[in-house]
């Protein structure tokens, strides 16, 4: 059982690593690539002739989740390539 547990732990420490490294590149996507996320979490959620599948639905909103927390780093020049250490700091 703790074996299983700690297994766990490690995935879900990747899952975070991973949410953050897709967060800090959408806040620096450009807006033709965050609108097409925006599309993409639109594609899967609302697929004409197919039932909605619940784990789909919350992929969809997890999607839109991320998008919304790379907003709150996003600003112009990160955009256009500077980093955000020197936009903090600057």
Known sequence: MFRYLCVALLVRIQLIALENLVIALLAAATDHQHTFAIDMAD?????PGYTPHPLT????????SLLERA????TPDLRFG?????????
């Open 71 to 74: 907003d709150q780093f996003s």
């Open 57 to 64: 639905l919350g992929a969809a909103e997890a999607m839109r």
């Open 43 to 47: 594609f899967i959620s609302l697929r």
């Open 82 to 90: 500077e980093s955000i250490m020197a936009i903090k700091d600057g």
